[in-house]
């Protein structure tokens, strides 16, 4: 066990990162991800006498700002022609001369990513004779019923080059499209991190494969590990395992090198979360946690790699952009590990972890179950309400965490020390000498 002062200091880490959580719950929410509830997607495609634009929303989205019942709809074309006319209503389009182009709208289709349904607009823009590479884009829609909704602009011109063009907001709804457009990296720095962080199977599938990165399988059971230098190691060695899995198929599926379908890959992630949950409850193989990482770790690279397809980031172009969007998935993982380690790893120094451990695998593998379950379209995942609750409010995840671990260290004092040579889980286990 750990010394006095040693855990001491622990417990003062992680009650510090609770009490941090209250102060960093009260800063604006950051840029939202490219794909989700909380932002559209507007791709502009310009050609030799016409633009082409596909306006993606989510339904939800739409929904919620419009009083509408779409989500429930089994069929596109229900709604197409109101949708159509809501993004007519607000997309307007002028060239350099200040002339309106016309607007003809072509299909509405949908699609699901990640379990999110959304709607797709498309659109043809006729700039009447005049320069097609440079106008001013105008669109406020949910933005002018949700000020906090943003749209991503993403723009591939004459010459085939894509860029994250900006992004609108409900201060800023206009946009210049000139000959050249921004490259958007500080842009896709932010959409990498906040897909991760607003992504719950990506970071349920680390948090759970964290959960036993302070034990160690003997003989099929978990037993403590000791020493910190061990378990930092150990956490080193799955991020590692993880970073490196979903950046091969991240890059191999944005530039077009591989290509699977959506569904399977949503189902194969709730899958990886469900055997790490597994693994987290009974060893399946010494040191298995760093395969799960690594082998699922691909899996979910092509689900990063789907956001980039969805914003039309893809193709040779696009490297400095995907290599921004990875910067920002990385720097997710790591701020997640920042703030969840130290609440783990002093909850493993006690008596109590074992509760913990089983606890956190079944709340993971109840996860994976419903994710599973409503991506295979067998039914609706019944716990959707608590997850959209906890990655609206992470923080609380956090705290909650701190909390724990200081409650299982300060109840482990009050207990006297388990007698030598006991074989419950998680006593220590030694380092051959």
């Known amino acids: 066990m750990a010394s006095s002062p040693h855990r001491r200091m622990l417990a003062a880490g992680a009650a510090l990162t609770g009490a941090l959580t209250g102060g960093l719950v009260l800063l604006p929410p950051a840029i939202a991800s490219a794909h989700s509830l909380d932002s559209s997607t507007l791709s502009v495609r310009v050609g030799e006498d016409a633009v082409d634009t596909t306006v993606t929303v989510a339904l939800q989205t739409l929904d919620e700002a419009l ?17 159509t006319a809501y993004v007519d209503e607000h997309l307007t389009v002028t060239g350099a001369d200040g002339a309106a182009w016309t607007e003809t709208y072509t299909a509405v289709t949908g699609e699901s990513v990640e379990g999110i349904d959304s709607v797709s607009v498309e659109v043809t823009l006729d700039p009447g004779g005049a320069d097609p590479s440079s106008f001013t884009l105008v669109y406020d829609g949910v933005i002018e019923a949700d000020p906090t909704h943003e749209a991503v602009v993403v723009l591939t011109d004459a010459a ?100 699977v379908p959506g569904t399977p890959v949503e189902v194969l992630i709730a899958a990886s979360v469900g055997v790490a949950a597994v693994h987290a409850m009974r060893p399946l193989v010494r040191g298995g946690e760093v395969l799960i990482a690594g082998g699922f770790g691909l899996v979910h690279g092509l689900a990063f790699a789907g956001i980039l397809t969805d914003l039309g980031l893809d193709g040779a172009a696009s490297v400095p952009s995907l290599l921004a969007f990875n910067v920002g998935v990385e720097s997710a993982q790591l701020l997640t ?30 996860a994976a179950t419903g994710w599973a379950l409503d991506r295979l379209g067998v039914l609706a995942n019944p716990l959707a309400g608590v997850e959209g609750a906890l990655i609206a409010h992470p923080w609380v995840l956090v705290a909650g965490s701190a909390v724990v671990a200081t409650c299982c260290w300060m109840a482990d004092r009050q207990v006297p020390s388990r007698p030598a040579g006991s074989t419950r889980d998680e006593v220590v286990a030694r380092p051959a000498r």
Do not use: K
Not at 172 to 184: C, N, V
Not at 343 to 362: E, F, I, N
């Open 67 to 83: 009083g509408t019942a779409w989500t429930a709809a089994t069929d596109v074309d229900s709604y197409a022609e109101a949708v």
């Open 160 to 259: 085939g080059d894509i860029s994250t063009a900006g992004v609108l907001t409900a201060t800023d709804d206009s946009l210049r499209i000139g000959e050249a457009a921004s490259t958007g990296i500080a842009d896709m720095v932010g959409y990498g991190l906040h897909h991760v962080l607003e992504g719950a199977d990506h970071l349920l599938f680390l948090l759970t494969l964290l959960l036993v990165a302070p034990l160690v399988a003997v003989a099929g059971r978990w037993q403590r590990r000791e020493g910190l230098a061990p378990t930092l190691r150990r956490v080193l060695a799955v991020v590692t395992a993880f970073t490196v899995g979903h950046s091969l198929t991240l890059i191999a599926s944005a530039l077009g090198w591989v290509s």
């Open 337 to 366: 590990v920042a703030l969840m380690f130290p609440s783990l790893y002093l909850a493993s120094r006690t008596r109590w972890y074992p509760a913990v451990r089983l606890t956190g695998a079944a709340v993971a593998l109840a």
